[in-house]
């Protein structure tokens, strides 16, 4: 039953949080999003340095919200992989100065792990072995969890991750960044029927691995062409219908492998993690889907959706449970396999 403290700051958010097991006890995030809107997309020099200037703030109050003092904490972990390696370095770096400090250990946790573990925030009762279809801003994954850090990458994307397909689609209809919310949103309104889309094939044989991977530079540069015909036509852009089109083939393509993944591989429980995860129209295809197949999903509350501590913590709490320790010699990486978890541990 151990209690963990836990940073996250891999990308543009600083997020300190404490967990025991599966079950939240404080969790702060900070979100950068304003910081990089107006370069529409993330600075990595600016982040790191706003995490340097936001992270103690972050962890008093954690630990204001906690209560409970550094004596009831077993460990101090950071997300040490994959991400921006400056960000990186600032929530490591802490973590093992207060790992030593306090004389406590260390862990490092895969950012992707904790992802896999938000749902575990929502659903404490899921257990392995299950499907997690991973979306985010940097990684489109099917992965099959069969227990703690035993992962096997059934599928991921050739290209674009699903995340940075709506940010470049976002740009290309002159929306605010980031993409998915905004595109969300005109989604609502919009007639996902006015534009047909390549959902985006995978040039390679069907079965096996490859037939669960997504490819999205072709929807793109179709949303590309779309909008030169339009605005050479001298039309005024239907922009909530292109973002409720794309929005839909995304959901459309996203679902069909998972299902199918899912069947495949005699998986009843499909979890989502990732930012995307927090897209309605993900939401209600693959629930629709679901349900038609007689498969359980799972889908974190929003706040769970994208990057936080808390879920970094959870991870770290089952692996402290099991004696899994960091060495402080850990070092961050910006790209690390999910199937490299148990290396970062002796």
């Not at 936001?54 to 950071?78: H, K, P, Q, S, Y």
């Not at 040490?80 to 390696?85: E, I």
């Not at 534009?195 to 985006?200: H, I, N, V």
Request: proline share 5%; aromatic share 6%; net charge negative.
């Amino acid at each position: 039953m151990s209690i963990v403290l836990a940073i996250e700051t891999s990308c543009d958010e600083t997020a300190v949080a404490i967990v025991k097991n599966r079950e939240v006890l404080s969790s702060i995030v900070s979100s950068q999003i304003a910081i990089h809107r107006p370069y529409g997309g993330v600075v990595p020099e600016v982040a790191s340095r706003h995490h340097v200037e936001m992270l103690n703030d972050c962890i008093d109050r954690a630990l204001t919200e906690f209560g409970g003092g550094w004596d009831a904490i077993d460990g101090v972990a950071a997300t040490c992989a994959p991400g921006l390696v400056g960000a990186l370095l600032v929530g490591v770096t802490a973590a093992k100065t207060l790992a030593m400090v306090r004389e406590k250990p260390f862990l490092g946790v895969h950012h992707l792990e904790g992802h896999i573990y938000a749902s575990y925030l929502s659903e404490p009762e899921l257990q392995p072995p299950f499907l997690c279809l991973l979306v985010s801003g940097g990684h489109t994954s099917l992965i099959r969890v069969l227990g703690c850090g035993e992962y096997e990458t059934l599928g991921s994307t050739r290209d674009d991750a699903a995340g940075e397909a709506f940010d470049k689609v976002a740009r290309l209809l002159n929306l605010s960044y980031p993409g998915g919310p905004v595109i969300d949103k005109l989604a609502k309104i919009g007639n996902s029927r006015t534009f047909p889309l390549p959902e985006g094939r995978v040039s390679l044989p069907e079965g096996g691995y490859h037939r669960y991977d997504s490819s999205f530079s072709g929807l793109k540069t179709a949303v590309l062409r779309l909008v030169q015909k339009l605005e050479g036509e001298e039309e005024e852009l239907p922009v909530a219908d292109i973002a409720a089109s794309f929005q839909d083939t995304v959901a459309r393509s996203l679902t069909r492998r998972a299902i199918n993944c899912a069947l495949d591989y005699g998986l009843s429980k499909i979890a989502i993690g990732g930012g995307v995860a927090a897209n309605s129209g993900l939401r209600e295809h693959l629930q629709a889907a679901a349900k038609q197949h007689d498969l359980q999903v799972y889908f974190p509350p929003l706040k769970w959706c994208t990057d936080n501590a808390a879920m970094i913590a959870c991870a770290a709490s089952e692996h402290l449970n099991r004696g899994h320790i960091s060495p402080l010699t850990l070092e961050v990486r910006s790209r690390l396999n999910l199937t490299e978890v148990m290396g970062l541990y002796r």
